[in-house]
């Protein structure tokens, strides 16, 4: 079950518990937080493969794409293949800071809480 899944089951299954209210709060104060990380990485509101054209392309499909490259080249990385994949990890930086973070201090008062 993905992190999402597992997240808003718990918001509906404690609803009508009298800790309702405090794991609503924390599951949406996690949610919050989380969304902007995500979207850095995935490109969730591509509906069908036609919405990519229009809709940038995230940091995961840069990665994804710069790997099967790399792979299908009988030749060694180029020089623009370690730049592009610099620039890539440096953007991707920020993001996986923030998650960790999270993971660390808000993931943890929530299993406390539950």
Sequence with gaps: ????????????????KHYGPKIKNAVESI???????????IQFRAAVRRDLIALPVMLNDKLSSLAGFIESVDGGSTKQDYE?????????????????HLVKKDLASFNHLV
């Design 31 to 41: 949610e919050e937080k989380l969304w902007p990380i995500e979207e850095t990485f």
């Design 84 to 100: 592009l994949f610099e620039d890539l990890s440096k953007r991707a930086k920020e993001p996986l800071e923030k998650f960790n």
């Design 1 to 16: 079950m993905s992190f999402w899944r597992q997240l808003i089951s718990l918001k509906e299954l404690t609803q009508h």
